[in-house]
């Protein structure tokens, strides 16, 4: 009568037929004893849900108890976790404005970890140590320091078209940078940036083998960072794809291997990756076609109005394959600090074309089998469905209706098509199953439509709270997705949760796509940013590392450190460049545990966690030096600083490692420059009359 939603990945059959028993027992128990009907359907929005959680441990009336329904039921059953049981999927969501990635376990929707990327996480100590801090510093735009991100969407890496669980690429709209995480130990590796860009929005996708991941621009602007007034938008604002390289050997992002195409001025939007039959091929849609510029003070209509005058927009249709082989033969021009194709070189050599698209259009996503490319209409209607096949025909037939202002060609709409799907009011964003539905977003009516891909008829809606952006499903943008879960990312949560304030949090709402009917199963707030998409990998494709091996790595190379402490010789030396302290960590203490420096000494501190058991974790923290490392089993740390401010600095383990935990501290004590007369705290030590004899560096016993 009740049916279970799929198992828990590590349950076995066994357990799990006896579970099933056990629940069906349960619930035949529970529904004989009373009715339980729709009980939550009479309650007034806003009412506690869990009211007498104290219902007994009978479930009907532990049912009863909290205002639960049937349904309510059955969903709790569907993505409860039991206590040391794991996830079947792992989702990587964009952090928004926070920056860093959120990896969340599915059904259970439980937060596994934050990912530091575009901006510190003091957890991880990412940002803290050097070589976490080189990472950010690649993510400098004109030499600053950035210390937010717009996170939009994650890409897996893929290999032919399926995720592989090797590393996620993100990216960030409003400096636009494209960031590497190694999901070996789910650390940030590279950050890139270019200033052939000024904002970004169609990245990161990845081609099926991760040979590039695409960045695509959105507001265009002149290319390379120059200057030119809005008013010769036309001629000098540009938009651009960036290609960037992906070496698998190395894990990074090889700029010299890199490349950008060159677009006219309209706002590119969502990019995909085409696959298996359109492998070797980019879309990317536009808004703003009409290319308005705003300037509503200045007598023309404000931008959201004059970019919406036209039913129809553009699809730019990218020939990465022949880009790359025109790249190759040196047919690119450096501006700024990438080689592009221009946009001329891009036309003659047969790399970009246009097939209009209606209106205003938003996510452009390319179907499992890489056939056609499903296009939300936003301002439209519809889904539209273009068949990469007669795409490819008029191509290579070279029959267009016409060009655009830049010469670019445009295929015709109505040749370029299979067909539409009419879906409601604001479509947005497509994912896919494996049986060939497709799952649209529908932000105005805060809906999912689920259509198929056949006959392009929607099959249902189910209501979504509130305002769906993003929707991401089981592997939704492989070759071979795995339907079973759809999360829909809501950018509203009005009233779904308690009031915390006028700024809400935004709501995951977990839906069964198993269902007879789909089925809202729960909602989860994310309180951080605003994510806008995440991608859901099957748990077990992840391989990660637990401890660092061998003792003494850094996490960036992957190998022992040259600087990396070994237990027993531990030490502390001078040195021309400063004072370098060689440590370890290990439950429960820190060696050496005082460490004598003189004001103004640069201080080199390298620490390595010697322990291999998992999980033994120990932090590493001067307060008031801003120092904060968290040093993973078998990893080695340097951070360097000045040690500017003389006095006496507690240091200290940050993690509970230990019973002894809050004893894993020692001192970092600064000596004044004068040698002891120190001013009072807060008052700079006197100039001494005379240089202050070296003294021989302290030495570790
Ligand atoms: Cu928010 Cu993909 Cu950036 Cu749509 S985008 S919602
Ligand atoms: Cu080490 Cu606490």
Redesign the pocket.
Known sequence: MVALGSAPRRTTQREMSMQTNRWNVLFTLALATGPLGLVACNEPAGSPGGGGAAGGSNLAELLKARNLSEADAVAALKTYTPTGKRDEYVMFASGGHGGNLIVIGVPSMRILKYVGVFTPEPWQGYGFDDGSKSVLKGGQRNGKDITWGDM??PALSETAGDYDGQYIFVND?ASPRVAVVSLKDFTTVQIVTSNILQSE?GSTFVTPNTDYVIEGSQYPAPLGGKYADIDKYNDEYRGAGVFWKFDRQKGRLDRDKSFAIEFPPYMQ??ADAGKLASDGWAFFNSINTERATGGNMEGKPPLESGASQSDMDYLHVVNWKKAEAVFAAGKAEQIGDMKVIRLQTAIDEGILYFVPEPKSP??VDVTPDGKEIVVGGKLDTHTTVFSFEKIKALIDQKKFQGKDSYGVPILAFQDSIRGQCEIGLGP??TQFDGQGNAYT?V?IESKVAKWSLKDLKVIEKISTHYN???LSAAEGDTVSPDGKYLVA?N?WAIDRFNDVGPLLPQNFQLIDLTSQKLQLLYDMPLPLG?P??AQMIKADKLKPIDVYKPIGTDPLTEKVDPDATVGGKEKIERRQDGVHVFMTAVRSHFTPDIVRVKEGDTVHFHITNVEQAKDATHGFAIGSYNINLSLEPGEHANVTFVADKPGVYPLYCTEFCSALHLEMAGYFLVEPKDGGAAAPAGKPAAAPAAKPAVKAAPKAK
């Open positions: 939009h969407h709209k929005h939007d969502l938003h996510g947005l964003h977003s932000f769906i952006g993003h990312m950018k605003e806008h998409y």
